[in-house]
């Protein structure tokens, strides 16, 4: 009988969510789900703000643009909402 002391194949996890490089990765392989009332830290300022809150642009209606110069007028509108709610970044 032989006695084997490094384990055979990748048994250092056994599901899809794993914590590795000593702790300082963590893997999400299935689903992650925040729930209501949760925060989230670290993320880029572009996608949260410092209370962990996703930044979500007012709503744009649809263009009924007729002409070149009224969907101008639509899409400047677009990128304005998507400045004002902080998704894209200011004019210099």
Same mark, same amino acid.
């Given at each position: 009988m032989e006695i084997v002391d490094t384990p055979v194949g990748d048994v250092t996890r056994n599901c899809k969510n794993y914590a590795t490089d000593g702790g300082d990765r963590l893997? #999400? %392989? %299935?689903?992650?789900? #925040?729930q209501e009332g949760a925060s989230v830290t670290g993320l880029p300022s572009a996608a949260a703000d410092s209370s962990g809150v996703v930044r979500i642009a007012a709503n744009q209606a649809a263009s009924v643009a007729a002409d070149i110069a009224a969907l101008t007028v639509d899409f400047n509108t677009l990128l304005a909402a998507l400045k004002a709610a902080g998704i894209m970044a200011a004019d210099a």
């Open positions: 893997v #999400i %392989g %299935g689903t992650l789900e #925040i």
